[in-house]
């Protein structure tokens, strides 16, 4: 799945274009390197200003419900 999609679909980052600016932008790493697909197993890093989030993708999913959005991912 691309990664801009994946960020919009589990609700990491709210908006398409703003994931989709991150990811041009080099404030959003999979496995430590830029790329533009994601899938099981790999981790993503995003820097939000001078804060890091980690998680490793669990799941990837075309559409999930809003209460079922923590069972994409994990915090690490």
Not at 17 to 29: F, I, M, W, Y
Not at 30 to 38: E, M
Not at 44 to 55: A, H, Y
């Amino acid at each position: 799945m691309r990664l801009d999609k994946y960020l919009k679909v589990s609700r990491l980052i709210k908006r398409r274009t703003v994931a989709n600016e991150a990811c041009d932008a080099g404030r959003v790493l999979v496995n430590d390197k830029p790329a533009k697909q994601v899938k099981t197993r790999d981790t993503i890093e995003i820097q939000f200003g001078s804060k890091n989030v980690k998680v490793e993708v669990l799941d990837v999913k075309e559409t999930v419900k809003k209460e079922d959005v923590e069972s994409m991912y994990k915090y690490l």
